[in-house]
């Protein structure tokens, strides 16, 4: 069975502050993507990342960045120095075929 | 630009009616999807096309339909409303089933009373 796991349900941080967003999923397919997705207020859903299950190599892109470890299944994103603006829903998942949501954790940040 | 764009963007029906919530994209894929999303739940498929005439059954069909007669529309409808249906749609694209992003729409809220 595919499942991805966001065990956090709500993160409140202070601006500035380091954040890590958890992420599990199972498969026993070898072939496979993952993704994160925010969910602003305004509630449409922005594509952050996409990995593949073959490129286990970290990514940053500015304060953002991800952390892939196959041997955990794990998927987590750290926001460096959080920003007001940062305050969403994010959501990872998995696709064999069908995206596979997690239930979405929803980081709030303080100024 | 390429768009994919849902209507109505807001709904409200009663119980036992029949629904049609509308998704068009321009992007030209051929795979569409759509999905629900209620609190604690994130988002979940209801149902998915690979092309024009393919449409599959996702996680939580029941109560749901779609049809697929062109490359750019997948119409999703709720044969008779039930309260359990109240809730955010989206719709999503993507050029290929599981190595691509897919690109929502803005989604609809459907309350039904």
């Known amino acids: 069975a595919q499942k991805v796991t966001q065990a956090q349900t709500e993160i409140s941080v202070v601006e500035k502050e380091d954040v890590t967003l958890d992420c599990v999923y199972e498969?026993?397919?070898?072939?496979?993507?993952l993704f994160w997705y925010k969910q602003p207020p305004s509630g449409e859903l922005v594509f952050l990342i996409r990995?593949?299950?073959?490129?286990?190599q970290n990514e940053i892109s500015g304060r953002y960045s991800w952390n892939f470890q196959k041997s955990t299944s794990s998927f987590n994103f750290t926001i460096t120095a959080s920003q007001v603006v940062d305050s969403a829903v994010y959501f990872c998942?998995?696709?064999?075929?069908?995206?596979?949501f997690g239930q979405g954790t929803t980081l709030q940040v303080k100024p | 630009d390429a768009e994919i764009t849902q209507s109505p963007r807001h709904k409200i029906t009663e119980t036992g009616r029949q629904v049609t919530l509308a998704c068009h994209q321009t992007?030209?894929?051929?795979?569409m999807f759509w999905y629900r999303q209620d609190l604690g739940h994130g988002l979940r498929l209801i149902h998915y096309?690979?092309?024009?005439?393919?449409?599959n059954k996702g996680e939580v069909s029941d109560g749901y339909s779609v049809s697929r007669s062109n490359t750019e529309d997948l119409p999703l409808t709720l044969e008779s409303a039930a309260s359990s249906q109240t809730s955010v749609y989206f719709c999503?694209?993507?050029?290929?089933?599981?190595?691509?992003?897919?690109?929502f729409g803005p989604g609809t809220r459907l309350t039904v009373l």
């Open positions: 999503a694209s993507s050029e290929r089933p599981a190595g691509d992003e897919q690109f």
């Open positions: 990995r593949n299950s073959f490129d286990e």
């Open positions: 498969t026993r397919d070898t072939t496979y993507y």
């Open positions: 992007w030209n894929h051929n795979n």
């Open positions: 998942a998995l696709n064999t075929g069908k995206l596979i």
């Open positions: 096309s690979y092309g024009v005439h393919d449409t």
